[in-house]
């Protein structure tokens, strides 16, 4: 069994360009100090439904078809590879923390997420930094493996006041506030921050038109084996960050995955030992 740890954490429409050192200090020194990406994008449509369908499953919504939610998911997800169900059987947990959800929306958020091979949903939180906590706890614990983080902050108040408003980035500082708690787990985890989608590219209050700046999403990997004061350059898709969870807990990344382990991201040491392995 592998005693590596994950936290992924879901920044839900963060644009890389509020990752400032005014208004994202933590961020913004993680990205400087390890590991970021200077062109990452998530899929087409920008839209969170379609981009964490991907995330979870390796494929984008051309392939997997889940882009609306609901229980329709079902039927569908049983014929794709969820990372979550990969890993589960190499011997990794994966637990999911969100903010508080609204209790109707829950089984099946639920249904989903166990279907897909979650193990545990844990609703905590009202502030992005309670959620953090929480996580950040959770992946101390033993028998701990991925912890999938998802902060709505900035998605909301993108939708209420517009991409890049005062209150976006008030919302953009409480994530920040959340990164620095899970950051103080990056000696013992693999710590990956990653955005479904941006915003405001087209509609001041929108995120689902193909436009550069909806598509655009930061990157930030850090941890001890992560390559230090690193850029990695050219095109990065989000679907990479699914074959990276499988590939940095020792598991085959299924055929049809989309998207290809970011081995770069990694000091040169660890990606021999994986090679070796
Ligand atoms: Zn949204």
Redesign the pocket.
């Known amino acids: 069994m592998s005693t590596r740890r994950l936290i992924l954490a879901l920044t ?2 963060l644009r890389p360009d509020a990752i400032t050192p005014a208004i994202m200090p933590s961020l913004h020194g993680l990205a400087q100090e390890f590991t970021t990406a200077a062109e990452a994008r998530t899929v087409r449509p920008s ?2 439904v379609a981009a964490l369908a991907s995330l979870a499953t390796g494929v984008a919504p051309d392939s997997q078809r889940l882009v609306q939610p609901g229980l329709g998911f079902l039927p569908r997800v049983s014929r794709l590879r969820p990372v979550a169900r990969e890993l589960a059987r190499c011997g990794v947990a994966v637990d999911v923390v969100t903010a508080e959800l609204p209790s109707a929306a829950l089984p099946v958020v639920w249904a989903l997420a166990s279907a897909a091979g979650v193990r545990r949903l844990l609703p905590a939180g009202r502030r992005a930094r309670d959620t953090a906590t929480v996580a950040a706890r959770l992946v101390s614990e033993p028998g701990a493996g991925l912890v999938f983080v998802y902060l709505p902050d900035c ?1 909301v108040a ?2 209420d006041h517009g991409w890049m408003s005062a209150a976006y980035l008030d919302a953009a500082r409480e994530v920040d506030a959340a990164v620095g708690r899970l950051a103080a787990n990056v000696d013992e985890a693999l710590l990956v921050v990653v955005a479904d ?1 941006g ?1 405001g590219g087209v509609i001041a209050t ?2 689902h038109h193909p436009h550069p700046v909806n598509e655009r999403i930061p990157l930030v990997l850090a941890g001890p084996s992560v390559a230090r004061e690193h850029r990695l350059e050219g095109p990065i898709s989000l679907l990479d960050v699914s074959a990276t969870a499988l590939w940095w807990f020792g598991a085959a990344v299924p055929e049809c995955y989309e998207g290809r382990p970011l081995l770069e991201a990694f000091a040169p040491v660890l990606t021999t030992e994986a090679a070796a392995r």
């Open positions: 839900d429409g839209a969170t998605d993108g939708h989608h915003g929108e995120h």
